[in-house]
């Protein structure tokens, strides 16, 4: 079984520049998730999207920070300008839908996108 | 509301001693619990989880973790480590009631001397 695919594993930008992260989760998988890690930080929670609809995004910087998963399979999410604050990896991980007493609520991730903004 | 702490940033042990890493949890429903190694430059794996079955959970690589409802503890333990163990471990908490969103702790570095 494959697993989450992410892409570019690596990009440097100038700030005020845009950037472009692409996430396909496991075939099957209902529910998708962003999180930010910032270097010597736990993983937050930027949006999750359960199918094509979006669960929680109460922390994702609306300004300049937007997701879609139009079909709901694979996601895009995007920052545009770039700060400094925003180097940190973009992790992408993908569970099946929620139901409690029906299954864990495991994740699985990604390997990220690694930004850095100069 | 849920949250997670984990109270050591860092834990240093030498090889063959044993780990533990604490973890500490708030949740207003019955939580599933997990932790998960990164290594460098690696993606999130998980280790073990728990989801209101035995209390005492065996995870992979020798770890276990107790969950202690008394009180709010998921502690990850390893009778005795490796150096191969030595990487960041995160607590994650997430709530069976309402929307099921997995919260993080900070992380806890873990240190093997050889």
């Known amino acids: 079984e494959a697993g989450v695919a992410q892409s570019p594993r690596y990009k440097i930008i100038e700030k005020r520049q845009s950037v472009a992260f692409w996430c396909n989760p496991i075939s099957g998988h209902a529910t998708l998730y962003w999180y930010q890690q910032i270097l010597g930080q736990g993983p937050k929670l930027l949006i999750q999207f359960q199918n094509n609809g979006v669960v929680d995004d109460s922390q994702l910087p609306k300004d300049r920070f937007s997701a879609e998963r139009l079909k709901g399979v694979d996601s895009t999410l995007k920052i545009q300008p770039a700060k400094l604050e925003d180097s940190a990896v973009y992790l992408c991980?993908?569970?099946?839908?929620?139901?409690?007493?029906?299954?864990?609520?495991?994740?699985?991730f990604g390997e990220g996108s690694r930004l850095t903004v100069l | 509301a849920q949250s997670v702490t984990q109270l050591d940033s860092h834990v240093s042990v030498s090889e063959g001693t044993p780990v533990l890493l604490r973890c500490n949890y708030s949740s207003s429903y019955s939580p599933s619990l997990f932790w998960y190694v990164q290594h460098p430059n690696k993606g999130l794996q998980l280790l073990l989880k728990?989801?209101?079955?035995?209390?005492l959970v065996k995870g992979i690589n020798g770890f276990e973790a107790e969950f202690k409802k008394s009180e709010t503890s998921f502690h990850l333990t390893k009778p005795s480590a490796h150096m191969s163990d030595a990487a960041e471990y995160f607590c994650v908490v997430g709530e069976s009631g309402g929307s099921y969103i997995p919260t993080f702790g900070r992380g806890t570095s873990l240190i093997v001397h050889p």
């Open positions: 991980a993908s569970s099946l839908r929620f139901t409690a007493g029906a299954n864990t609520g495991e994740l699985f």
């Open positions: 728990y989801t209101s079955a035995a209390t």
